[in-house]
DNA sequence: TGATTTATGTATCAATCGATACAGAAAGGG
DNA sequence: CCCTTTCTGTATCGATTGATACATAAATCA
């Protein structure tokens, strides 16, 4: 079924995508009218007519972001046989992203919009909704590893994946400053590091398997 | 030698502890001069006698904060008596002050102006120059742990001290996000377990010590 | 065809941004 | 005393912010 009215002129999704770029680049406050529209290549009524406001188109594309940029970080955590190497290749995955030179560095959901008072409030705790949930998904394979025994019974999955999500917001702000991939893979390798000592079960019988 | 004209009616000192206090709970872009002239408790024109510009008066208010709310953390650095004592206390010092109710969580340097294109050029530098310095701190401490033995001579300092500067960045994150201080501690128990891995010889001689 | 519906481009809107002009007030120097 | 210097409070400045009014263009419906 055809729309009605006049048709739009120019393709909203690839216009959603550079609007997220500029947020990316920008953050919410940042990022001007002006600065949206002329990336997008439109004009202001249109961005309007379009995604309603400022915040929704943020949301908007913060969607877009989690589904284009954040796919393969997901997939590397759902789909690896075991936890640690779920988080392993998260967090490396996470330092390949967060690294590539040709866009913004570090994450949008991580650097977006980190001040309430001044951010509208719906934009902070939709990054924050959305943090939660990065943890939650670390803690839900966390789990998994402890139910199929990979893990020891008493192993502390939520402080395990508190570590784990903690250390991707810092990578955000180590790309942020410039880092190399070398360097996002040297935190990922510390990280990394702490994994044989928190899956170590209690008594010590491990140290000669 | 006293001044020549009308003496200043405010504390400069305390004005600024206000303007700080602005800047960290809004960030460089979300403070407006409104709001700080408001908490500061004078008018612009007292503000811009007194500080020079909006971005002068950030800087000021940085270096405050770094003299007044990061000197614990840096006397933990400095003066545990080990390396990895050093490094611990400096996170555990950093879960105390970050998670503080009555002053906005997080740090200023790692929150402040994350978007070098909205905010100038020269915030953005600043921050991260101290953002820089703050490795380099930690990784003075771990190359000396190295001369005096503490830790062994392949040990990569750079890796540690990259990895716990860019936890101590996602703790800012984590805590702007509402964690309590025992989810900071958890974060810090995690960091440390990764010590004794990357403290580690290569040769596994110090598994039964 | 004419009526309806929706999008576009120009030209703004009121509000707020960072920053000042200006006159008066309060100090020291002479 | 007057002169100079500096600070204070009022009242803005031009620029930019997010968001629209309005006339016109381009499509479908009847």
Redesign the pocket.
């Known amino acids: 079924m ?9 393709d909203r999704t690839a216009a959603l995508r550079r609007a997220m770029e500029v947020f990316w680049a920008k953050g919410y406050e940042g ?5 949206l529209t002329s990336a997008m290549g ?5 961005l ?3 995604f309603g ?3 929704a188109l943020f949301l908007e594309a913060v969607e877009l972001y989690t589904q284009v940029e954040g796919t393969d970080i997901w997939c590397a955590l759902e789909k690896a046989p075991t936890a640690r190497q779920a988080v392993e290749r998260f967090l490396r995955q996470t330092a390949k992203a967060y690294s590539q030179t040709d866009r913004p560095q570090g994450c949008l959901i991580a650097l977006g919009a980190l001040h309430q008072d001044s951010s509208r409030g719906a934009i902070c705790d939709d990054l924050r909704r959305r943090r939660a949930e990065s943890r939650a998904a670390l803690l839900r394979r966390l789990k998994r590893g402890v139910a199929e025994g990979e893990l020891p019974k008493d192993f502390d999955s939520s402080t395990a994946a508190t570590f784990y999500a903690t250390v991707q917001h810092g990578m955000s702000i180590q790309a942020r400053d410039g880092a190399s991939r070398a360097a996002l893979l040297a935190t990922v390798a510390g990280a990394m590091a702490a994994w044989k000592v928190m899956a170590a079960r209690t008594r010590r019988d491990k140290c000669r398997p």
């Not at 055809?2 to 120019?10: C, E, I, L, N």
């Open positions: 055809p729309v009605r009215g006049r048709p739009r002129t120019f990022a001007s009218i002006s600065d439109i004009n202001s009524p249109s309007y007519a379009a406001s400022k915040e």
